[in-house]
């Protein structure tokens, strides 16, 4: 399990064997370079922890320990975990600011601890067969473990094809659960003859105030205080003993977070921005702008006309999960570079978007809502639904479930329809029977109670997070994408105490005039970049969708879609796709679909990849997924992460 979570930590490795339990990590040494290797234990070796990710504030954690006694052996930040068990037991995620998925293991009272950071940054999977417990940052070492055989979740591909994304606890793997966001998991060991019981409890979740209760004031001493709190998440992500880099789009969220960068430190950071050789996609100018205001010299990465081709065999590998946005493959190039120079940590600009309300559909929706008179006369929940009715073709009684599942409509609610309009068109009779009704909002983890009492801009910006943060950006271009090329992300927005002051904001300073989005966040850029950068509007990062695939399409491409190969895996209407994807051939080009069955389309294509890759291959020519046969056996009773 551990040889296959290579690339996440090729630098070292370590293990512990227990009655009752094994652990092996794998090391990207990024803090304590020399002496941080995992297992890392307290003081008496009663308690023992692994982990992947940073801790932001370990100089201030440790020194608080250290005045109470605990002794620390290491530089490693991860060694704060131990003692801070030691000191408040399971209770101890508040004391703990970063990104993370870690194990700590009570040997002396059987208690096992999986825990995971409050956004969902760093990834933790976890699967019960029989009496055995297994967990791990990536799918492919559960299967490693030659214990969970790779099945498909049919409820899992319908996310990706309802919104996609993957932003529960389902997996594109039956049996495979991910580890909530804020969330961990207590394993009580058995003394004697039994099994042990994981239970999930949630210790942190996005929140806001009370409709009415928003934070209010002065703009220019609420940017003074965002800038100081974002100054700070900033600083501490540059902690680390080794270098920091960053990426740099033409936006505002990225350019922002570098001259910030380059303002804490004292001295602009080496940069990576990339080209993309198609019209309307390329930002290179504008980031080049933007690196002249910071004082930068950013590498430019060209991401040739074959690259979406080229690379989405290994970006599959890499998401274990159906990629439908086809821009994942030119990140995994970014990463690639970012790796190839030597460096192993990358500050992002993801979470700005939902935090400050950056995309056009939370626009669209403010918009409707001048028709709204508070919560208690919404025509605008009428006109959503009608909308989704005649789009998406579902029924009323069907939309009225769905809002109820998530505290609905929402900004995202006409979007989320239209793309799953492809399900009905794409999947087969027997997938749909497999599906049994089950509607994909039901698998969230909504606080609904809370929600109620929010303005409605911050309900939609909840179910963002919760939905196309954790489900899209984190996964499919995030961690994921990065660690496939041992390169760890950061990402300043994603603070919690950023994240708590973007929350408790009117709505008023995040969509001034339900048009000019991030408006506090512009104003604090203005500060320290070009207005023309600051004010600079949304430019969203993507790419072709079918046509990516389906013009030209290549060797392997045309063996996944054959009728064979799609009656061998029964997802899809054979002829509904094989009709479909003969006129993009023919035409050269999916505009005739229209935007969301070329998405459809473009994800048949990647779920036959997936399967391909991962459940035994026989679709193409392209290499399936084999994990390395171990070299000994040894029984382990519960878990193996790394």
Same mark, same amino acid.
């Given at each position: ?322 990629? /439908? #946005?086809?821009?994942?493959? @030119? ?10 120079? $030597? =460096? %192993? *940590?990358? !500050? ?97 983890? /909504? #606080?609904?109670?809370?929600? @109620? ?10 179910? $963002? =997070? %919760? *939905?196309? !943060? ?173």
């Amino acid at each position: 399990m551990a040889d296959a979570l290579v690339h996440r930590g090729p630098e070292d490795e370590g293990f512990l064997s227990a009655p009752g339990v094994g652990l092996a990590q794998r090391r990207l040494s990024i803090v304590g370079l020399e002496d941080g290797r995992q297992p890392i234990y307290n003081e008496d070796r009663s308690i023992a922890v692994i982990c992947n990710g940073e801790f932001f504030e370990y100089p201030e954690r440790r020194a608080d320990l250290e005045a109470k006694g605990h002794v620390f052996r290491t530089h490693s930040d991860s060694e704060i975990l131990v003692h801070l068990y030691e000191e408040h037991g399971e209770d101890l995620f508040p004391y703990l600011k970063g990104q993370f998925a870690f194990a700590i293991v009570d040997l002396a009272r059987g208690v096992v601890l999986l825990g995971r950071d409050r956004v969902g940054i760093c990834p933790l999977f976890w699967s019960r067969q029989g009496d055995t417990i297994y967990f791990a940052s990536e799918i492919k070492a559960l299967i490693a473990s030659g214990a969970v055989r790779p099945e498909a979740d049919p409820r899992g591909l319908d996310h990706l094809f309802t919104f996609f994304a993957m932003g529960s606890s389902r997996t594109a793997f039956k049996g495979v659960q991910s580890l909530g966001p804020g969330h961990y998991l207590r394993i009580d060991l058995p003394s004697g003859v039994g099994v042990a019981s994981p239970v999930e409890r949630k210790y942190w979740d996005f929140d806001f105030p009370d409709w009415g209760d928003e934070l209010d004031g002065d703009v220019g001493q609420l940017t003074d205080t965002f800038q100081s709190v974002f100054e700070r998440a900033v600083d501490i992500r540059l902690r680390a003993d080794v270098p920091v880099v960053g990426y740099l789009s033409g936006g505002v969220d990225s350019a922002f977070v570098m001259a910030t960068a380059a303002r804490v430190a004292g001295r602009p950071l080496p940069s990576f921005t990339l080209r993309i050789p198609k019209e309307g996609l390329d930002e290179v100018d504008e980031a080049m702008e933007a690196a002249e205001a910071i004082g930068a010299h950013p590498t430019v990465v060209h991401a040739c006309s074959n690259l979406i081709m080229d690379s989405y065999e290994a970006l599959t590998r890499a998401a274990e999960c159906p990629v /439908l #946005d086809t821009s994942c493959a @030119a990140l995994l190039a970014l990463s690639r570079e970012v790796r190839s120079q $030597g =460096y %192993k *940590v990358v !500050l992002t600009g993801e979470g700005a978007d939902e935090g400050f309300a950056g995309y056009i559909w939370f626009k669209m929706r403010e918009m409707a809502r001048l028709l709204d008179y508070g919560d208690a006369f919404t025509p605008t929940t009428v006109l959503s639904r009608a909308v989704r009715k005649i789009g998406a073709k579902q029924s009323s009684e069907e939309l009225k479930h769905i809002d109820a599942l998530v505290g609905g409509p929402h900004a995202q609610s006409v979007m989320y329809s239209l793309v799953s309009t492809s399900r009905d068109r794409y999947f087969s009779a027997g997938f749909k029977e497999e599906l049994g009704g089950h509607v994909a909002y039901e698998d969230f983890d /909504l #606080d609904l109670e809370r929600m @109620a009492r929010w303005h409605p801009l911050n309900r939609s910006l909840y179910f $963002g =997070y %919760k *939905v196309h !943060l954790a489900g899209l950006l984190l996964t499919q271009k995030g961690d994921r994408i990065a660690m496939a090329n041992s390169v760890e992300t950061r990402y300043p927005f994603l603070d919690e105490d950023v994240i708590g002051f973007m929350s408790q904001l009117s709505p008023r300073w995040k969509l001034r005039r339900r048009m000019r989005d991030k408006f506090l966040l512009r104003q604090a850029a203005e500060r320290i970049l070009p207005k023309n950068i600051a004010q600079r509007r949304k430019h969203m990062f993507q790419a072709p969708l079918a046509d990516s695939f389906l013009v030209h399409a290549p060797q392997f491409v045309r063996e996944l879609i054959s009728e064979e190969s799609l009656k061998q895996t029964g997802y899809f209407d054979v002829e509904q796709v094989r009709r479909d994807c003969a006129m993009v051939a023919e035409e050269g080009s999916s505009r005739s679909l229209g935007r969301f069955y070329s998405l459809g389309l473009g994800g048949v294509v990647a779920t036959q990849l997936w399967h391909h890759v991962y459940l035994g291959g026989g679709l193409c020519s392209l290499p399936a997924y084999a994990p390395a046969e171990p070299q000994e056996e040894a029984p382990l009773e519960a878990a193996v992460s790394a």
